[in-house]
Nanobody, 121 residues
């Protein structure tokens, strides 16, 4: 089994910053892409940012220039630095990882439990 544990959410004023972390643990042979998605009340889950094992990144247009994704492959951890936060960034943020649990298994998608980010105006 693979577990993803997120941390770093909270309440912040508009213009502030937060840093989310997500650590993967358990049966892990390799991790390909990792990333963050978010879901606001009444809305569908949407991509925020992803990063490959080689460091290639992809961002939603709404967060480009404000958010930065990074990862520590040795720690199986992905980070999301969020700056210049806006009230519309308020959502539950979910960590994602494409994990190959063992040499003989195919890659599977795993999700964290979610962490709340609230931005007040």
């Amino acid at each position: 089994q693979v577990q993803l544990v997120e941390s770093g959410g909270g309440l912040v004023q508009a213009g502030g910053s937060l840093r989310l972390s997500c650590a993967a643990s358990g049966s892990i042979f390799s991790i390909n892409a990792m990333g963050w998605y978010r879901q606001a009340p009444g809305k569908q889950r949407e991509l925020v940012a992803t990063i490959t094992s080689g460091g290639n990144t992809n961002y939603a247009d709404s967060v480009k220039g404000r958010f930065s994704i990074s990862r520590d492959n040795a720690k199986n951890t992905v980070y999301l630095q969020m700056n210049s936060l806006k009230p519309e960034d308020t959502a539950v943020y979910y960590c994602y990882a494409a994990v190959r649990p063992s040499f003989v298994e195919h890659e599977h998608d795993y999700w964290g439990q979610g962490t709340q980010v609230a931005v007040s105006s």
